[in-house]
């Protein structure tokens, strides 16, 4: 995110503009590269930078509704269990009401609604109430998770290697503001103090990840959830919990949702008469929102859909094009030794992240169509045996 900083500070300096963002600061950049290819193609950085965009924010935007179905599920569907006693939770064998789909449906027009706000500052009000409600919520997992924790020397001091990549992909969805770094900075009354506000937000995040992951899976051990709300005690206190987490990552989708609307809607507004935009504004951002809804009803798996969008689309953002920006945009000013083998290092490990998560989820997706296939031709197998035993 530094590295994205200070390439588009110093393109905004260099070509006199008051801001560039992230597609804006691929493509001037390559405008000035000394490879006469990149700079003749140097639009097609943008329209790359745009479509990851585009692709990272709307999959944050589906793992959103997933974790708001998964929490809204468990507080309907336990509500006739909940009592004031908070013990450790129980496996419950509760035969599921409604579908899962059916709470994202219902969660789909509020979230309809929310995007209509289309004022940054208007939508940093609800993201201060995210934070309130996101903070208070984890004081009480803290609160919860530090109690009567078990001994932790039965716990494996290290997962398997071939939990790797799925670390991998969900360390780099944190990355997940990286499409709102340079958009705050613009909407910031001093954005020169941004630097500073960064440097503190990213400090804490991570502080509270460490905390949270670590002390989390010493109490929970290999029953930890995809999200750990959905292990917290079946009582009103922690069901209260969840229901402010939802809240905050209710008020966070607007946010997140911003970019990939500001890239699209006023490509689409352009192409029609100035009467028609309020209708085609809207009609777009209820299109982008149900795509996102979608999406989550077509793969309800939380956490392989965080650790895909993680490794595949955060990570060209967040690593793959970041050091490769600072590489075009300094080199022509005696960049040191150091710098150039630090970017190149960055770039090459989140290359390799994203290639063998690629290679991972493509493993586990021919497995489970071979698992199909099987259990497919078994059923046809045991259908037709009492007919060829009728005819001998």
């Known amino acids: 995110m530094v590295i994205l900083l200070n390439c ?6 260099r070509l006199q503009k008051t801001f560039v963002n992230y597609g804006e600061a691929m493509m001037y950049s390559l405008e000035t590269c000394p490879n006469a290819w990149l700079r003749t193609h140097s639009v097609w950085g943008r329209y790359t930078v745009s479509f990851l965009l585009i692709t990272t924010q709307l999959g944050f935007c589906s793992v959103y509704f997933m974790f708001m179905a998964d929490n809204l599920q468990q507080m309907v569907e336990e509500a006739h269990v909940t009592s004031n006693n908070c013990q450790p939770r129980k496996i419950l064998a509760l035969t599921p009401i409604l579908d899962i789909r059916f709470y994202m449906l219902t969660i789909l027009p509020f979230v309809v609604l929310l995007v209509f706000i289309q004022n940054l500052r208007m939508l940093s009000i609800f993201s201060t109430l995210a934070n309130i409600t996101t903070l208070g919520s984890m004081a009480l997992i803290f609160e919860y998770i530090i109690k009567e924790i078990p001994d932790p020397s039965s716990l494996p001091l290290m997962a398997s290697w071939k939990t790797f990549l799925l670390f991998f992909g969900t360390a780099i969805f944190t990355f997940e503001g990286v499409g709102m770094v340079l958009p ?162 960055i770039s090459i490990l989140g290359l390799l992240g994203a290639a063998g998560k690629m290679r991972s989820m493509h493993r586990k997706y021919s497995r489970h169509a071979s698992s199909l296939a099987n259990h497919e031709n078994t059923r046809l197998r045991t259908c037709h045996r009492p007919e060829e035993t009728g005819v001998a």
């Open 8 to 13: 588009a500070h110093h393109l905004s300096q």
């Open 184 to 345: 705050l900075k613009n909407q910031m009354k001093h954005p020169q103090h941004f630097s500073f506000v960064l440097y503190l937000g990213m400090s804490l995040v991570i502080i509270l990840y460490i905390c949270l992951g670590t002390l989390g899976y010493m109490k929970f051990g290999s029953s930890t959830q995809a999200s750990i709300t959905l292990n917290l005690p079946n009582c009103w206190l922690y069901q209260s919990v969840k229901l402010m987490y939802s809240i905050g990552i209710f008020f966070t989708y607007a946010l997140q949702f911003h970019v990939p609307a500001e890239i699209i809607i006023p490509f689409v507004i352009s192409q029609v008469s100035e009467s028609w935009t309020l209708l085609i504004d809207l009609s777009v951002r209820t299109a982008l929102v149900c795509l996102t809804c979608v999406s989550a009803i077509l793969i309800p798996r939380l956490d392989l859909v965080i650790s895909f969008v993680g490794s595949v689309s955060s990570s060209a953002l967040a690593l793959i094009i970041p050091p490769l920006l600072e590489l075009i945009t300094f080199y022509p000013e005696d960049m040191s030794c150091v710098t150039i083998a630090k970017d190149i290092m």
